[in-house]
């Protein structure tokens, strides 16, 4: 990601700004221009940081496409509340969209995972989590992206569900929480989901002793010792 340059003056000064001043007694204080350079500047920041995730990110389409239902579904939540209350449908549609995209498309993606529950034949319900070869890292941008996404809208969901019981809006409360339902369990899937694709590979690195040679005592210290210190690591 290359830097970006700044504006010629905020680079280059004056040779001398006090003879450049004497010939200018009269000229007012350039405050305006600072405080506008000062703007520029922060947009421009914050476009070079947009564009510089999106160019490191192995696949931008899939990471725009996660926030961008997720913010809409707040923004429409926060700003049609404010004018009507025909949204409902809208942020229930957007919600279910983020659910299943987060869930089947994003975790998959960018971080490699996928979880869902599914009903065995005597009608009991497990978690099935699927994850990548740990041979295929995640890029970490696209990791720390999703899992910030993850964790972030949430806690911004909960705060909306404390600000609608603080004001007695009882028409907000069902979407609230319905989103937090969606958010809560995409984060508790992944998060076991992760933490299930950890245990694993601690498994295997355990059982690659015996076919590096170490067998007998010393491959039943190697196993324990990546079992227990990874199981006190992801619980």
């Known amino acids: 990601m290359s830097?970006?340059?700044?504006?010629?003056?905020?680079?280059?000064e004056p040779d001398d700004p006090s003879a450049e001043n004497a010939h200018k007694p009269n000229a007012p204080p350039q405050r305006s221009l600072t405080a506008g350079s000062a703007m520029a500047s922060n947009h421009n920041d914050a476009e070079s940081a947009l564009s510089g995730i999106l160019r490191q990110s192995a696949h931008p389409a899939v990471l725009l496409c996660l926030y961008f239902f997720r913010l809409s579904a707040i923004s429409v939540y926060i700003l049609c509340g404010l004018f009507t209350d025909n949204y409902t449908v809208v942020v229930v549609v957007l919600l279910a969209?983020?659910?299943?995209?987060?869930?089947n498309v994003a975790g998959r993606r960018l971080v490699g995972l996928r979880f869902w529950?599914?009903?065995?034949e005597d009608g009991e319900s497990y978690w099935v989590f699927e994850s990548r070869d740990p041979s295929r890292p995640?890029?970490?941008?696209?990791?720390?992206?999703?899992?910030?996404a993850i964790y972030a809208f949430p806690t911004c969901w909960l705060l909306l569900f404390v600000v609608s019981i603080v004001r007695f809006n009882l028409s907000f409360i069902p979407i609230v929480v319905l989103a937090l339902v969606?958010?809560?369990?995409?984060?508790?899937?992944?998060?076991?989901a992760d933490r299930d694709a950890k245990q694993r590979w601690a498994n295997g690195v355990a059982g690659s002793?015996?076919?590096?040679?170490?067998?007998?005592?010393g491959g039943?210290?190697?196993s324990g010792v990546v079992r227990n210190s990874v199981g006190k690591v992801f619980g």
């Open 3 to 12: 830097a970006q340059s700044a504006p010629l003056l905020q680079t280059i």
């Open 97 to 103: 969209m983020d659910f299943w995209n987060c869930r």
């Open 117 to 120: 529950n599914q009903i065995d």
């Open 138 to 148: 995640a890029n970490p941008v696209d990791s720390r992206m999703f899992w910030i």
């Open 182 to 192: 969606f958010n809560i369990t995409n984060a508790v899937g992944f998060t076991y």
């Open 209 to 217: 002793g015996w076919n590096l040679g170490i067998g007998g005592f």
């Open 220 to 222: 039943q210290i190697m």
